[in-house]
């Protein structure tokens, strides 16, 4: 095929493709994942990764060749990098087979997300597109019948039949009725016979590339005539409002990030079993301190100097710290704030082991107030309060009180009114 022939089909191609058609609702879905993988990221302390997706349309317009983009699809086991993204062979066919079964729609496109970086394609990108074609390209029947009038004609087989070639080996079958516009011999008296053949396959996808500040998508189209591609960017894309509410539920979408992508799952997995293993310590750091508390409140030998006290405070803090940094990953808010319920549950049941003996605290601390030669005599070594300096046993006492009642105020104002 010469140029001005290519040139031609070229034309008509384009004119049958464009505008991309997407709805809002695929555009927006777009944009809202590319922000939620940033989020994602930085809540797991990692750079803005890349995202790869497919866009979908249903069946039925992907068959007839010309598809809106209707859904966004979050690609399965893919790889992701700061200016790279890939989907794993494994990927694409759990991905395919989801699709299909479980959405009952069809892949016409490819589209990834750049993070923060501007949308554009970059040579890569144009090399991920070339295969992308050949995997999920939409064909097309477009007919031609202009470019090939003063063409030369030859004589060849085709799939055993013998068939008419207009061009050079690159060109296509043409049909027969186009040969009235040709001055051509009787084809019937060479005795072959024409294959009906009316039509140009043109294969072609769409890609589309986002990014998380955002920027209005970057489009790309690729298509094939033959062995010959042909690339478009910026080709221009028109948003089709088919109805569907623009909602996002993020809870899923985030899901569905933490589980398909590669590297943001593992780091999210380790993550998530340091939390686990951080709240195992502090569960038994409580029941540490419940035990020192118990066994302290029994009448004690007087032998022991140790005072518990400052190790239960050092505890306690120490799982509060534990609380604070669960909270600092963004990405796993629900998970970290299950966590925190757990170990609110936990510090309150020490505050309720604590409560039962509070009249005894109090009783003890007023002993302590009034510097009562009986107060030795209680002879508790209660978290130090055993010991002789008045001052610690006073902070050690109004430390366990004041803990006991923010978690029971209720107890608290029963106090103060007697
Ligand atoms: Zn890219």
Redesign the pocket.
């Known amino acids: 095929m010469d140029d001005s022939q290519f040139e031609n089909i070229e034309q008509k191609v384009e004119s049958m493709i464009s505008p991309i058609l997407i709805t809002r609702y695929a555009r927006a879905k777009g944009d809202y994942i590319a922000s939620r993988v940033k989020k994602i990221c930085k809540g797991l302390d990692l750079p803005t990764y890349?995202i790869a997706f497919y866009l979908l349309s249903t069946k039925e317009e992907a068959k007839r060749g010309r598809p809106v983009i209707r859904d966004i699809y979050i690609a399965q086991e893919q790889e992701v990098w700061p200016?790279?993204?890939a989907i794993s062979g494994e990927g694409d066919i759990m991905s395919i087979r989801d699709i299909r079964d479980n959405l009952d729609k069809r892949i016409v496109g490819w589209g990834?997300s750049?993070g923060d970086i501007p949308v554009?394609?970059?040579s890569?990108?144009r090399r991920t597109f070339d295969n992308f074609l050949v995997d999920y390209g939409m064909f097309i029947d477009a007919e031609f019948d202009k470019s090939t009038k003063e063409k030369s004609i030859s004589f060849i087989e085709h799939k055993g039949k013998k068939c008419i070639r207009v061009g050079d080996d690159k060109s296509f079958l043409i049909h027969s009725n186009l040969f009235n516009l040709f001055s051509l011999p009787d084809v019937e008296r060479f005795g072959f016979s024409v294959i009906e053949h009316s039509e140009v396959n043109v294969q072609y996808t769409y890609a589309m590339?986002f990014n998380a500040v955002n920027q209005t998508p970057y489009t790309m189209v690729i298509y094939g005539i033959g062995d010959e591609t042909r690339i478009i960017e910026n080709m221009p894309f028109e948003e089709v409002d088919d109805g569907t509410k623009i909602r996002f539920d993020g809870k899923s979408i985030d899901a569905a990030i933490r589980e398909r992508v590669v590297q943001i799952r593992e780091r999210s997995d380790s993550i998530r079993s340091k939390m686990d293993k951080d709240y195992e310590d502090l569960r038994r750091l409580i029941d540490e301190s419940i035990e020192i508390i118990d066994s302290n409140f029994v009448v004690g030998d007087g032998k022991s100097h140790y005072s518990p006290l400052k190790t239960v405070r050092d505890r306690l803090k120490s799982a509060e710290e534990i609380k604070d940094n669960f909270l600092d990953g963004q990405f796993l808010q629900e998970e970290a704030e299950e966590i925190y319920r757990r170990i609110d549950e936990d510090i309150k049941d020490l505050a309720g082991h604590l409560l039962g003996k509070r009249a005894y605290l109090d009783m003890i601390l007023k002993s302590i107030n009034k510097k009562e030669a009986t107060a030795p005599s209680i002879s508790l070594p209660l978290l130090g309060i055993r010991s002789r300096n008045w001052k610690a046993r006073k902070e050690a006492c109004e430390y366990l009180i004041q803990f006991v009642d923010s978690y029971h105020p209720d107890i608290h104002g029963k106090k103060d009114g007697t």
């Open positions: 890349e200016d790279y993204c990834h750049h554009c394609f970059s890569r990108d590339v």
